[in-house]
């Protein structure tokens, strides 16, 4: 997969090393910005029980 997206990036090697490291950087701005608060509700680490 990788591979395939170095091979699709335009230009010479510095222009493909920043596309490629701002792919990765909106990948992980969607993470956390729209699909973790999504799934945060579904998790069930807010449900903690301390024994007495």
């Given amino acids: 997969m990788y591979a395939w997206i170095?091979?699709?990036?335009?230009?010479p090697i510095g222009l493909r090393?920043?596309?490629a490291s701002l792919l990765a950087l909106a990948f992980v701005a969607l993470l956390m910005?729209?699909?973790?608060p999504w799934a945060?509700?579904?998790l069930p680490f807010?449900?903690?029980?301390t024994p007495q």
């Fill in 33 to 36: 910005f729209v699909v973790f």
């Fill in 6 to 11: 170095w091979r699709h990036l335009p230009g």
């Fill in 17 to 19: 090393v920043t596309l």
């Fill in 40 to 42: 945060e509700p579904l």
């Fill in 46 to 49: 807010n449900h903690v029980t």
